[in-house]
């Protein structure tokens, strides 16, 4: 065992991700006995429904464009637990990962031994991975952390952070059991990352939601910037590997911006991004040079859209709800010149996998005439036989699925599906979760 997965399996061995407990105490906790690294430098804290991640990543890169040495957190990961704590754009190196959580580590049993003589349960492992990150990234040290939550908001590990900007993505149904059931209610939890003396920029809301946002940032009297109100995406076009963006910022307009990511989705996590940037480093009032902004060319965002195979074309997309099938499906479309396309789709547990499969069947109409039902690893996925009476109940004819617990097989079925009949323009894509993803993506880089 490397001393990175004897890390891991500590980290493991705490409560799991999808056991996240609505507390904060504890986290400022262990701020307090770590010496507050939550306040080294000046943080971007991002929250939202869909696009968390790939906007984290846009900012990253435009701050980098900067000259600022970023450090990003994000969850949940697809191959290694270090991708979720990047500095300059890269996953923190083992090394590192290991010297400052075995740094920490007693600390933290601190911490443990307090709660569990309250009758409380210890720090659960996505509140150990997030102090990890915060002692990672005041060791670096960093210029600035862009800091994704990993749920809801109000009382995410992360939020022991205070933003100097708070960013909102578009924001809809998901994990309804524990934030709420109406755009609303989400919205309530979400605000929640909105601080005094902050700044709010937020993506086009439903209305419900939009007025939550609005209330709070007027209450705590910070300055605030809307998408279509005070900035927007002026246009955009398809092209080669990605689309071309011009944006109308809160200070200027930039034009001519290529991002090398597909889908009107990704078009507006861009606006969103640049909107973050220019109220991080100018309040919002100060235009930035076109030329740094330019390097959004370089963003990459693996797991959305990303192409990990060609001849045939495979495709991974880590869409989880049904709002962000709809995002992928329009993107696939739009983007792609699929003669045919097979899904391979596997879903956890807590997901709307009924709404996800019958909306795939909607967006992608006759596209899709091969399904692949699967499952990852994780003990949180849906048992592919399981998922294939749901697949039936939203209307996937029976002659149209297979069913298999095997991914190498589900591999092999799909990419012969894509190449039946020597079609050269048959692709394949896999989304339903990030788990299964990465699994899949690691597969296929392995193969290469």
């Not at 990511?261 to 640049?274: D, K, S």
């Not at 006759?366 to 998922?387: F, H, K, M, W, Y």
Request: glycine content about 8%.
């Amino acid at each position: 065992m490397s001393e990175l997965e004897r890390v891991y399996a500590e980290l493991l061995a705490r409560a799991p991700e999808n056991k996240i407990e609505p507390r904060m105490a504890p986290m400022f906790r262990a701020m307090e006995v770590l010496g507050e690294p939550n306040k080294a430098c000046p943080v971007i804290h991002i929250t939202g429904t869909n696009g968390k991640t790939s906007t984290a990543r846009m900012i990253e890169s435009l701050l980098r464009a900067h000259d600022l040495r970023t450090g990003r957190y994000s969850s949940p990961h697809l191959v290694s637990v270090t991708e979720r704590i990047s500095i300059d754009g890269e996953p923190v190196d083992d090394e590192t990962f290991v010297r400052i959580w075995d740094e920490i580590a007693p600390y933290l049993d601190v911490v443990d031994s307090e709660l569990q003589a309250n009758g409380e349960n210890r720090l659960t492992y996505f509140e150990a991975v997030t102090i990890l990150g915060f002692a990672i990234f005041a060791d670096a040290p960093v210029d600035v952390l862009v800091l994704e939550v990993g749920l809801g908001g109000i009382t995410d590990a992360t939020n022991v952070a205070d933003g100097d900007v708070s960013v909102i993505t578009p924001i809809s149904l998901d994990h309804t059991d524990l934030l709420g059931d109406t755009t609303e209610l989400i919205a309530e939890e979400k605000v929640g990352i909105l601080k005094p003396g902050g700044y709010l920029v937020s993506a086009v809301q439903p209305v419900d939601a939009a007025d939550v946002l609005l209330r709070q940032a007027r209450e705590l009297e910070v300055p605030f910037a809307f998408e279509t109100l005070d900035f927007k995406l002026l246009e955009r076009k398809v092209a080669v590997g990605g689309q071309m963006l011009d944006i109308q910022g809160q200070a200027a307009r930039y034009d001519e911006l290529f991002l090398p990511l597909y889908g009107a989705h990704q078009a507006q996590n861009a606006a969103v991004a640049l909107a973050a940037v220019e109220a991080f480093l100018g309040g919002g009032a100060k235009e930035l040079n076109v030329e740094l902004i330019r390097q959004l060319r370089e963003v990459t965002s693996p797991g959305r859209l990303e192409i990990v195979r060609t001849a045939p074309t495979v495709l991974v997309d880590a869409g989880h709800n049904p709002d962000g099938v709809q995002a992928a499906a329009t993107a696939v479309k739009e983007s792609f010149g699929f003669s045919r396309l097979v899904l391979m789709v596997g879903i956890l547990q807590e997901k709307d996998a009924a709404g996800m499969l019958y909306q795939m069947r909607e967006e992608y109409g006759e596209l899709v005439e091969d399904l692949c039902l699967t499952q990852s690893s994780s003990p949180r996925a849906i048992p592919a036989g399981e998922l294939a009476n749901l697949a039936l109940e939203a209307g996937w004819p029976e002659e149209d699925l297979h069913v298999t617990e095997d991914l190498e097989d589900a591999i092999e079925w799909c990419v012969g599906r894509a190449e039946a009949g020597n079609d050269l323009a048959g692709g394949v894509l896999v989304t339903g979760s990030i788990t299964l993803v990465g699994e899949i993506s690691l597969l296929l880089k392995g193969r290469e």
